[in-house]
């Protein structure tokens, strides 16, 4: 009798069912495999660099002084001092008024701002649309929303005169995607500079979402966490500040990819209070609050920048500069052993095909798993250079359709891509000698 009743008990699932099917991550696989393996780490995306000295100094400050308060809660919707820095910076992008207490909300890093949208905005049964590739967690965020990911690509085009490809050339189908849109669909999911090919969406393209936007009623989350990381000349547009898009558009922000320190955790959002509102009740109701020291930093650097704005000194105007250098680096390796590079307009990212590299990782048919992740796996134990597959930035229905790409990370030292650059030098040596 015990026994049966034990098992009746064994047998009913301790997890909530709106976690099935989405217990897998890609970072927690490559995280471990990079920490398991002697590995050059172009993998997750996260700076190996220092963050800039104005910050270090700022945080040393915060902690040698007497102002102890800086160790205890602070406003749960954002520290005074950082929503005020972000409603002025953001202002002055945006040219509006922004109140610091409504249209302003700090949260555990861009991550956890995804989270409150998709919790705020999104009923069983509502569609999201989301723009291939994405970064991964859009669609597991949707799903535990109770929603539908509703997943449309960016389409690749050959680039003339055998040219390298750039990010620029992987560009909706206004058809395609004007056929997403339905009644059931609530917000698209925008990432401009986009995670993981780089790619800037120009006006044009903008325009185009905007206005199925607004024709649809749809909310947009507009992730621009690599806003200020854009090359070339390159302009950053805001999709907020298209025509009929400040109503309806959540901006989310990170000042990990901003001063490049990702492990603070800091993120916000901006946008309308009618939006912003129901941010704060996820927010009061799950995380409450973020830690105050890093938020009162993070507010010190975008004081300064708000008085360098535009200024050479300018961090964000520098860090753009270091990077498009380190780009070009990680370009000019990866195209003299034939790993041909999408060349990205922005992030910190670099897409790869790794189309002449088939004969060293054979395919194995019917295999579920893409060939690009069998790939980045052998590459990581056999050749010591972590990479993501682009496969992992796709819904099931195109996993396998993208699957002969590598996404590389080149915000690292010289060192770091130095050595990424010896070891496709050996590899492409040892590939061509008898
Ligand atoms: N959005 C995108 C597109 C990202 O690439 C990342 C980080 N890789 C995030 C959001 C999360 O940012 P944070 O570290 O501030 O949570």
Redesign the pocket.
Known sequence: FFSLSLQAKMSRPVQARRLEGIDKNIWVEFVKLAATYSTVNLG???PDFPPPAFLKEALLRALSEENHMLHQYTRAFGHPPLVKILAQFFGKLLGRDLDPTTNVMV????????FCCFQAFIEEGDEVIIIEPF?D?YEPMVKMAGGTPVFVPLRPKAPKDGKLMSSADWQLDPTELASKFSERTKALVL?SP??PLGKVFSRGELELIADLCVKHDVLCIS?E??EWLVYDGKEHIRIASLQGMWDRTVI?G????TFSV?GW???WTVGPNRLLQHLRTVHQNSVYHCATVAQDVVAQGFQRELELYGKPDSYFIQLSKELQQKRDRLVQSLDAVGMKPIIPEG?YFLVADISEFKSDVPDVPDSEEPYDSRFAKWMVKNKGLAAIPLSAFYGEAHKNHYNHFIRFCFAKEEATLKAANDILQNWKREKTSP
Do not use: H
Not at 107 to 114: E, H, P, S
Not at 254 to 257: E, P, R, T
């Open positions: 997750q995306g996260f949260t555990v890093g861009a991550y956890q701002a995804l970064f967690c990432n986009n995670n992730d966490v690599y989310i990170s000042a990990g990819k990702t955790k800091v993120g992030t």
